[in-house]
Antibody, heavy 120, light 105 residues
Framework: QLQLQESGSGLVKPSQTLSLTCDVS??????????WSWIRQPPGKGLEWIAY???????YYNPSLKSPVTMSIDRSKNQFSLNVTSVTAADTAVYYC????????????WGQGILVTVSS | EIVMTQSPATLSVSPGERATLSCRAS??????VAWYQHKPGQAPRLLIY???TRATGIPARFSGSGSGTEFTLTISSLQSEDFAVYYC????????FGGGTKVEI
């Protein structure tokens, strides 16, 4: 059974960089050709996709995001990461990592989520 | 950007009753819609994809329908474990989620 687990700083100061890692266990990230994603949920709001990547330069970002984001995959460590730079209070959210399902664009496997608060 | 609008925001039902949740897309997404169930403190769970196909292990009481801009998730007979927030999502052009429908007692 594939499992995903987010880790990173739970408190980030405004204008600094939010960094998260998603560790994947139960299967190799190199098998199946699936995309890997980051999704977030601000307090009291709905879900918002941030980025997804197939690796090898094929990474796509939500054009509606205001803060610059970078996603990367490290298949040797079976993990992927997210950096959000110049964060503001609007970046406060529960952040989820996820893997694509059998149909591209759907999310079948999810991590439990990590709350990141942006505050001084 | 394709905007997904869900209604109602909150649906009050009793166990055993039928629940009908709606999702409208701002432009046609053909059948590229998925539905997720989300309980507090848990990871979201994929229920339906391609508008009407149940994901593996999803009970038959969950069904999806619709195409184009109008979609429906129906829970035929609500069980206690079905009280949660439900999101629709389109994946035709980029990805976007609806605001969610909370199904409560």
């Amino acid at each position: 059974q594939l499992q995903l687990q987010e880790s990173g700083s739970g408190l980030v100061k405004p204008s600094q960089t939010l960094s998260l890692t998603c560790d994947v266990s139960g299967d190799s990230m190199s098998s199946g050709g699936y995309s890997w994603s980051w999704i977030r949920q601000p307090p009291g709001k709905g879900l918002e996709w941030i980025a997804y990547s197939y690796g090898s330069g094929r990474t796509y970002y939500n054009p509606s995001l205001k803060s610059p984001v970078t996603m990367s995959i490290d298949r040797s460590k079976n993990q992927f990461s997210l950096n959000v730079t110049s964060v503001t209070a609007a970046d406060t959210a529960v952040y989820y990592c996820a893997r694509e399902g059998a149909v591209a664009g759907t999310f079948l496997y999810w991590g439990q989520g990590i709350l990141v608060t942006v505050s001084s | 950007e394709i905007v997904m609008t869900q209604s109602p925001a909150t649906l009050s039902v009793s166990p055993g009753e039928r629940a009908t949740l709606s999702c409208r897309a701002s432009q046609s997404v053909t059948s590229n819609v998925a539905w997720y169930q989300h309980k507090p403190g848990q990871a979201p769970r994929l229920l339906i994809y391609n508008g009407s196909t149940r994901a593996t292990g999803i009970p038959a009481r969950f069904s999806g329908s619709g195409s184009g801009t109008e979609f429906t998730l129906t829970i035929s007979s609500l069980q206690s474990e079905d009280f949660a927030v439900y999101y629709c999502q389109q994946y035709l052009r980029w990805l976007s989620f609806g605001g969610g429908t909370k199904v409560e007692i």
